[in-house]
């Protein structure tokens, strides 16, 4: 199998990974439960977590690092910490439907600014001019369709300067790019776990710059004689039992990333990149490929002659994993002027082996030469 799904969620993870999640199944009970050996060690593991992804990305209290079901999760908690109904909400022309799903429940708003697919200068304008008056601001980091990486320090420092709260979607950058959240000074900084932090999937992690509002109300594990969520950071936004095995894989998965370092694997996905983008020149197939410094290991293809579900499905039958269609971010299909057919999409990890992607090249050119 080649697996080039990993924009959805890593499938092949490191060892050690397993290994935790096992570990904390036989061993480990619920965090802030009692005062026992299998508690203890969950709260051991919990919080050791935290720091590893506090140290990960700059932030100064692990506290700070909040432990969520996904990115999905994240982002609404992010979302409705800061926006009410009706309020004016400028989002990027590439968000996924985590972000802009909670925005129209709310009834936001919402303002798109930035449409060009890897031109930072016109997102960088298109921000300056929507900004003013706004409540808040949301933006992702990387685009999950098209692997396009938006200005995202500039844009903070453009939030800054209108004084309007920033929430960040790391979903496809935690792990692959360098994220300093003290520099970024976003409000919130959502990322799952399951991705290129290699996670299990069930986890999550919000930065929070802010305090933010619970989105779920239970038991914290303190405090338990107020019959309101804690006001201190992170009891406030962690109601119920934590997820301690994925959370534990999650500690592994960070381990692996800080160990290898996001510049070693940036690198390799921007190898991948160069190689497909010699493959397949002359292919036929729509790439959808920007100056390297602005794109990281995701691809989209649109063939020509066939549908993006019947070449994802011929990859399949190859036993070559992608995705077809429109990725969850019909935003950003709007944006690249690819909602009509969607796109076919290639996204990379440490885990893909240079010959694999040759392959799956050799692979795509054959399926389209017998369908023309």
Do not use: W
Not at 68 to 96: K, P, Q, Y
Request: overall charge negative; aromatic content about 6%; glycine content about 8%.
């Amino acid at each position: 199998m080649i697996y080039l799904d990993n924009a959805a969620t890593t499938l092949i993870k490191p060892v050690s990974v397993e290994q935790a999640v096992l570990r904390a199944m036989r061993t480990m009970a619920s965090p802030g439960r009692g005062g026992h050996r299998p508690a203890m060690l969950a709260a051991e593991a919990v919080l050791d977590c935290r720091i590893a992804a506090a140290e990960l990305f700059h932030v100064a209290d692990p506290e700070r690092i909040v432990f969520t079901m996904n990115a999905t999760h994240a982002l609404n908690l992010a979302i409705h910490s800061l926006v009410g109904v009706g309020d004016r909400v400028v989002i990027s022309g590439f968000e996924h439907n985590s972000v802009t799903r909670p925005l129209h429940a709310l009834h936001a708003d919402i303002h798109v600014a930035g449409r060009a697919v890897f031109n930072p200068e016109d997102t960088l304008a298109a921000f300056q001019k929507k900004l003013p008056k706004a409540k808040a601001a949301v933006c992702t980091h990387v685009s999950n369709a098209f692997g396009y990486i938006l200005p995202i320090y500039e844009i903070a420092e453009l939030c800054r300067e209108y004084r309007v709260p920033l929430i960040v979607d790391a979903s496809q950058s935690a792990g692959i790019l360098p994220i300093d959240a003290q520099r970024m000074g976003a409000a919130f900084i959502a990322m799952p776990g399951h991705k290129a932090l290699f996670g299990p999937q069930g986890t999550g992690i919000l930065i929070c710059g802010e305090t933010g509002s619970p989105l779920l109300y239970g038991g914290s594990g303190s405090e338990s004689f107020l019959q309101r969520m804690p006001e201190y950071l992170p009891d406030r936004l962690e109601a119920g039992t934590h997820n301690v095995c994925g959370i534990a894989g999650l500690h592994a998965g960070i381990a692996y990333v800080q160990e290898r370092g996001t510049a070693a694997i940036l690198d390799h996905e921007k190898r991948l990149l160069g190689i497909m983008a010699r493959e397949l020149s002359d292919s036929g197939l729509d790439l959808f490929l920007g100056d390297p410094e602005h794109q990281c290991g995701v691809v989209s293809v649109r063939p020509g002659r066939m549908d993006c579900e019947g070449l994802a499905q011929q990859l399949a039958d190859r036993d070559i994993c992608v995705r077809s269609g429109l990725h969850c971010a019909p935003t950003a299909h709007q944006s690249a002027g690819t909602i009509e057919t969607g796109t076919v999409r290639f996204s990379f990890s440490p885990f893909v082996a240079e010959e694999q992607l040759r392959h799956t090249c050799e692979a795509l050119r054959e399926i389209l030469s017998s369908s023309s």
